[in-house]
């Protein structure tokens, strides 16, 4: 609504391919094999594969944002609702079709560790750390872009509260800001990260939230993001460069895909996408005599229910 349009002022500008492919020709070819990592964070799936392809020699592999901007780029930031289980399944699904002549960067846990692609875990993410308060205020916000936001709501409705609190939860669902806060090593008033006074505040849960509490004990997020890692090292054919196929993609509880490296490894994933019991048809063979269960947050027993 008062963001500029990045498709009409510099996205994918009529210089960028010739801009890529000298930056490869003058100063990355000669360091031999380098990676480099882009953002196109909303070109749909043909444009994208202009800039990673494997015979554009441009980008290495880029972040999308199909589905961290999934239902955000047509309407303002207050509207944007939670996204439909299948709409994120159809951003994943467009994200692994670039394997068929790219590579992709995936982005919880156990779906990230199983998606085709090079993995990143952003700060916080390995141990569950929250997005900002509903109490905070505009005074906690450092991302000038969303404080523009603010700016302008102000300017197009003169002190209409309503409007100005309908942005400001927005972002506090949605900024960019929720991302950096302070890493939460410690309880404490500052969360272990620093001595001083940090550059944004620490968000108030760390008593609860730390990498300290979560480092020695099994069940935790830190854990299983441990267990994640060693399992997609383990069976990085199927989890790393199997094919990707989605089984139910109207289904608004669980997400289940099927990875497959040329038949010779298949891993089935099902996932839970509400906070109730599902069934699923899948589960009565988890852990039988034809198949393992690699990881799990839940008991493995509490899986092989019947169904």
């Known amino acids: 609504m008062f963001d500029q349009k990045c498709e009409k002022h510099f996205q994918n500008g009529p210089q960028m391919h010739p801009w890529l492919q000298e930056m490869h020709r003058e100063a ?37 944002g199909a589905v961290v901007d999934a239902q955000r780029l ?10 439909q289980l299948s709409i994120v399944k159809q951003g994943f699904q467009k994200q692994q079709d670039f394997l068929k002549r790219a590579w992709a960067t995936a982005l919880l846990a156990i779906l990230s560790g199983s998606l085709s692609g090079t993995l990143f875990i952003y700060q916080g993410q390995e141990i569950g750390m929250t997005n900002m308060p509903e109490t905070w205020g505009e005074s ?16 197009k409705y ?32 500052t969360a272990g990260f620093t001595t001083g006074k940090p550059w944004m505040d620490v968000q108030g849960n760390q008593d609860a939230v730390n990498i300290k509490d ?36 109207s289904d608004e509880k669980v997400f289940t895909y099927i990875k497959d490296y040329h038949g010779e490894q298949t891993a089935l994933v099902v996932l839970n996408w509400t906070a109730e019991e599902q069934n699923s048809r ?11 269960c690699l990881i799990a947050n839940e008991p493995e027993e509490s899986l092989r229910t019947d169904i």
């Open 28 to 64: 990355i070819d000669k360091h031999g094999d380098v990676m480099l990592v882009g953002e196109l964070a909303n070109s749909d799936a043909e444009k994208t594969l202009e800039y990673v392809s494997t015979e554009s020699n441009e980008l290495s592999m880029v972040f999308d």
């Open 74 to 83: 047509d309407r303002p930031l207050q509207d944007v609702p939670k996204p």
């Open 140 to 155: 906690h916000l450092r991302d000038p872009g969303d404080l523009n936001k603010l700016r302008e709501i102000e300017k």
């Open 158 to 189: 003169p002190n209409d509260r309503e409007w100005y609190d309908k942005v400001l939860g927005g972002i506090r669902r949605m900024g960019r800001d929720n991302a950096r806060m302070p890493v939460q090593w410690t309880g404490g008033e």
């Open 214 to 249: 979560q480092e020695n004990d099994p069940t935790s997020i830190f854990s299983t993001w441990k267990k994640l890692l060693k399992v997609r090292k383990d069976y990085q054919d199927v989890l790393v460069f199997g094919s990707f196929e989605v089984d139910d993609m």
């Open 282 to 292: 899948y589960l009565r063979s988890c852990g039988d005599e034809h198949s393992s």
